[in-house]
């Protein structure tokens, strides 16, 4: 499982919900505004030519906003 995450996400599950954890705080500009931060990385990360870590960061992006949607 831990393997699939890695290959997912870049890093284990537990240290993504806690970055989520970190921005719910309103100083941090919410979900909304971490989910638009790892766009904006993935973007950067195509016009680099880095595709993986591009898929990685979009992938961490919908993880966040499907969060959003179930609370």
Partial sequence: MKERQLNMFGMPKEWLDEL????????MGGLQMLAMSMLSDAQERIALGDGNTARQ????AKYVIRQTREQ
């Fill in 20 to 27: 989520m954890d970190d921005w719910r705080d309103p100083m």
């Fill in 57 to 60: 960061y979009i992938n961490r």
